[in-house]
């Protein structure tokens, strides 16, 4: 079973605080990996995606590969109260995303 | 330009009739992907689409759902007869098969009575 692993959280961090959001993956044959931003009631959007081992940055995030570990995470610098959403963390494998439960995190003022 | 468009966005229905939700991807999107999410499942995998050609429907959960894909610019998700447990909201994403990065659409919201 190739499955994507996230704590379920939630994760609770202050505003302007770095939040860190982890996800492991079983299936070595993945080789690329996307973050999602899901806001309650709304769809997943795209927020971040990596291929190579090591630290992809945009803007406030930071996506982080470690192949030999499979483990991927995802940095948000600066935290503000509307990244607070689910998060999911998704590995392409065999032409389709195994997709994560998701990580809640809370940005609170 | 414009996203992966749903309809409908909601929908309730009571258990026995048919459903059908409607996409239409991305333009110049060769990949359709149809998921279900629900809270106890998470996001589910249903079926996709290559180039309008069904790859994977193992996610299919039983006989009662069905999609197509006519042409590259809509497809169908059809549940008949719907039951209470189908109740979900259904997402439609596409891609560009030359990439592996999936746009979802703002998804239905299906009630079944």
């Known amino acids: 079973q190739k499955e994507v692993e996230q704590n379920s959280g939630p994760l609770s961090v202050p505003e302007g605080a770095i939040a860190s959001l982890n996800c492991t993956y079983s299936?070595?044959?993945?080789?690329?990996f996307f973050w999602y931003r899901q806001y309650s009631g709304k769809s997943p959007e795209l927020i971040m995606s990596i291929y190579s081992n090591g630290d992809k940055e945009d803007g406030r995030f930071t996506a982080q590969l470690n192949k030999a570990s499979q483990y991927v995470s995802l940095l948000i610098r600066d935290s503000q109260p509307s990244d607070s959403a689910t998060y999911l963390c998704?590995?392409?494998?065999?032409?389709?995303?195994?997709f994560g439960t998701g990580t809640r995190l809370q940005v609170f003022p | 330009d414009a996203g992966v468009i749903q309809s409908p966005r909601h929908e309730v229905t009571e258990m026995g009739q048919e459903v059908t939700l409607r996409c239409k991807p991305i333009?110049?999107?060769?990949?359709l992907f149809w998921y279900r999410q629900t809270m106890m499942r998470g996001l589910e995998l249903l079926i996709y689409f290559n180039n309008n050609v069904p790859i994977d429907d193992s996610g299919m959960p039983e006989d009662r759902f069905s999609a197509k894909m006519p042409n590259a610019s809509f497809s169908t998700l059809k549940i008949q007869p719907s039951e209470p447990r189908d109740s979900a909201v259904y997402f439609c994403?596409?891609?560009?098969?030359?990439?592996?990065?999936?746009?979802f659409g703002p998804g239905t919201r299906l009630t079944v009575l």
């Open positions: 994403a596409s891609r560009d098969s030359s990439y592996n990065e999936q746009f």
């Open positions: 299936d070595r044959g993945s080789q690329s």
């Open positions: 998704a590995a392409h494998n065999t032409d389709k995303l195994i």
């Open positions: 333009s110049g999107h060769n990949s």
